[in-house]
């Protein structure tokens, strides 16, 4: 049976979206989102270079995946988040997440509005190093968060041509513009990755997805006029947030009827009774149909809703419009918002209408009527505490804050003092009680009250930490005045005096004992484009012989090694990068790399000597 346009049934994985078609790799990538988390964050390079998985905490269980994937996208991976909009926790975070710090750029929108788009622009090469780089583009509606929310997602790939497209211009101005956007200094390195894949990106040539005859980008929030649909006899639009104006004016769209607007309950409450019955059904998701049969509460079930999608039907066309920008002003009327959309063109007949697609037997199997009244419009006290609070998050991560790391040889080898530095002038944060901060490595038990050295301009004592938890990114709770209402949220501030070697000392925390060496060993001598191999490396699945840690079992690490330096491919390389960056952790005061380590390395060495296969 073929399934519409749309279908709940039908499923794109993120991990699957990220990962290299078989005989790629990846090479460079480029990523924009409105906020993040930092396990989520941590899981993409995984996915990237390494292996999928069918969810996020399969991969957050093995911590040299996740540091083996970070250290293949060095330098190759840029993401772009607004300012301020990293989720934070109260408990102590991983280590690795500060290995994210040349990964993340903060940035803000040019019209003081939220920078919202969410895209991946991506490059594979080929394993063989012939024929042409693959191109891909994801444009979605979800965030790079863990958030199980409705979403919807398009996958095109694409190559090169020697001609830019035309069609390519919004995708193109928008990831130029990015680092223009940065909130603090962005590396020359993730500045030159950026202009690089804007590039690639101008001269993509896309497969389009069945039933789509073309396909058409927009961007709002850079200048010019506000993208919105055009004119069209009917209009179906799914948007979780909505204002009044908004929903007026893409009801103005069609001549004859907007036919159906799903939303939140939440959202719909604050919309008016006019501008509601502008729509010929007014919908919200059933909450018995979010989760699918047999499913249990405590599963991956999808619960809420995070899709964005407008259908319009002119003629005997459809066209479909999916992105980031909801159903509000600032998306659609003023241009504020940074917003990223892609529409896609065919005929009814291939393509779907709005009652195939929003419809019974498309995504509106999944909605029930909505019932004004069902739920309060927010007090005006909670609107004003979301605006405080609000300012407050938006001037902390764009109001010039640093962190100044000092070495503190009173308080024992490889030990150091952070400071948070405010500005001169200081930060105002009217209708502010509180305001607690502390490393986000470090959790709630490290935090200091922060609210006098903001407002004052002088240096907060953060306290002393281990290199390994030297970081760069702080956790942020704020209290506000007037309903007592509280956020918690993280930000990345520039460090000053960042020792070379705190990189090295998180890996050396992670590789801290012999099985863990020789399992990171075996999860570098995977082939490329082997994901099957690397994951069973990594997570120490393998089972056999392989796997047991006796001195008999260094013959098949030994034949590995072999292998990988027959293939000239750079395995071998990639240990001895290894061995290079355990060794710098002697520089920095802390425990020195086991003996046995280097050891084993040089073992492994004189036998590939000794057979004839010296470097």
């Known amino acids: 049976m073929t399934r519409n346009t749309l279908d709940p049934e039908t499923r794109l994985l993120y991990g699957d979206s990220l990962q290299a078609p078989p005989g790629y790799r990846f090479d460079a990538g480029v990523a ?3 906020s993040h988390d930092f396990e989520t964050a941590l899981a993409v390079p995984v996915s990237l270079a390494l292996f999928a998985a069918d969810n996020r905490e399969e991969i957050l269980q093995h911590p040299i995946a996740l540091l083996e994937g970070a250290e293949r996208i060095a330098g190759r991976l840029a993401v772009f988040a607004e300012a301020g ?45 012939e024929g042409d780089d693959l191109l891909r583009v994801l444009v979605l509606s979800r965030n790079l968060t863990r958030d199980r929310s409705w979403d919807i997602a398009v996958r095109l790939d694409g190559r090169r041509t020697r001609q830019p497209k035309a069609q390519n211009r919004p995708l193109h101005a928008l990831i130029s513009k990015l680092p223009s956007l940065a909130v603090g200094n962005i590396s020359p390195e993730q500045r030159a990755l950026t202009t690089e894949l804007a590039e690639d990106m101008r001269f993509g040539e896309w497969i389009l997805p069945d039933g789509c005859e073309t396909l058409e980008f927009a961007v709002n929030g850079l200048g010019g006029r506000p993208w919105q649909p055009q004119e069209c006899t009917r209009i179906g639009v799914v948007s979780p947030f909505c204002d009044d104006e908004a929903l007026a004016t893409l009801a103005s769209k069609a001549r004859r009827s907007a036919e159906v607007l799903i939303s939140r309950p939440d959202q719909l409450a604050c919309i008016s009774a006019e501008t509601l019955n502008d729509f010929g059904r007014v919908a919200v998701l059933d909450e018995m149909a979010e989760r699918e049969d047999g499913e249990e509460a405590e599963s991956t079930a999808f619960e809420g809703l995070h899709a964005k999608i407008i259908v319009a039907e002119h003629s005997w066309d459809t066209r479909l419009t999916l992105g980031s920008g909801n159903a509000t002003t600032p998306a659609f009327i003023s241009g504020r918002n940074v917003e990223f959309f892609v529409t896609f063109t065919g005929k009814t007949s291939k ?10 037997s498309g995504f509106g199997r999944l909605t029930r009527a909505y019932v004004p009244g069902e739920l309060a419009a927010a007090e005006a006290s909670e609107r004003a505490a979301e605006r405080v609070l609000l300012f407050a998050r938006r001037a902390l991560a764009r109001g010039g804050l640093t962190i100044r790391c000092e070495a503190v040889a009173t308080e024992g080898p490889g030990n150091w003092r952070l400071w948070l530095v405010p500005p001169d002038e200081g930060v105002a944060l009217a209708g502010i009680d509180r305001v607690r901060v502390w490393p986000i490595t470090r959790g709630e038990g490290h935090a200091r009250d922060a609210k006098d050295s903001l407002a004052s301009g002088q240096p907060l004592d953060l306290g002393v930490i281990p290199l390994a938890d030297v970081t760069r990114f702080l956790a942020i709770e704020l209290k506000e005045q007037a309903t007592g209402r509280t956020i918690l949220f993280s930000t990345g501030l520039p ?14 925390s992670v590789i801290n004992d012999r099985k863990t060496f020789l399992r990171y060993l075996r999860l570098l001598l995977t082939a490329l484009g082997d994901p099957f191999s690397a994951a069973l490396a990594a997570t120490g699945n393998g089972g056999g012989a392989g796997w047991a840690m006796s001195a008999a079992d260094d013959e098949p690490m030994l034949e590995e090694l072999v292998r990988a330096l027959c293939a000239k491919d750079g395995r071998l390389d990639a240990v001895d990068r290894l061995m290079s960056r355990l060794d710098e ?3 920095a005061g802390t425990d020195p790399i086991p003996e046995e380590f280097r050891t084993l390395w040089q073992v492994f060495r004189s036998a590939l000597e000794e057979a004839g296969h010296g470097r």
């Open 351 to 360: 393509l779907g209408s709005i009652d195939t697609i929003l419809g019974e």
């Open 85 to 129: 909009q990293i989720h934070a926790a109260h408990a102590q975070q991983s280590r690795l997440c500060s290995l994210l710090e040349k990964v993340i750029v903060e940035v803000q929108a040019p019209k003081e509005g939220s920078f919202h788009p969410k895209i991946w622009a991506l490059r594979f090469k080929p394993l063989d190093d």
């Open 495 to 508: 460090i000053e005096g960042l020792p070379a070697e705190r990189d090295a000392a998180i890996m050396r």
């Open 32 to 34: 924009t989102t409105f």
């Open 585 to 587: 952790t002697t520089t």
